[in-house]
């Protein structure tokens, strides 16, 4: 050390650009990332092109809930005469319970899939 002359210590300050807060930018992303996606902001740039249209994106969910509730539908009409089968009732009654399953299952899957529809277009949104 030459004679006369001080240590500086790391955490100095200059006037013009103060004290530097010890967080990494990698540090501040992964906070910003966790918060937007806690809050359901997007992390992305709002000027970046869009990659899934958000009408694409609403079809192809209510085309899967569709094929979802069909083949519900058709598991309960199958474990109704399964069932009816294993119970040992008649023919006749096997039937009639398999209709009347599949008309409370079409009746359920109609309200569930027609029944936001409708409720839009009665309060005057779009469909």
């Known amino acids: 050390m030459i004679a006369g002359a001080t240590t500086v210590a790391l955490d100095a300050t200059t006037p013009s650009t103060g004290r530097v807060s010890g967080h990494s930018v990698t540090v501040a992303r992964r906070a910003w990332w966790f918060a937007s996606s806690w809050h359901g902001l997007s992390t992305g740039s709002p000027h970046a092109k869009q990659t899934r249209s ?11 809930r569709l094929i979802q509730r069909v083949f519900i539908a058709e598991a ?52």
Do not use: N
């Open 54 to 64: 958000p009408i694409v994106h609403t079809l192809v969910k209510a085309v899967f």
């Open 76 to 127: 309960t009409l199958w474990l109704t005469v399964a069932l009816c089968a294993l119970a040992g009732f008649p023919a006749i009654v096997t039937a009639f319970f398999a209709a009347l399953v599949e008309l409370l299952v079409a009746l359920w899957l109609a309200a569930r899939t027609l029944g936001p529809l409708c409720r839009k277009l009665w309060i005057g949104g779009r469909a």
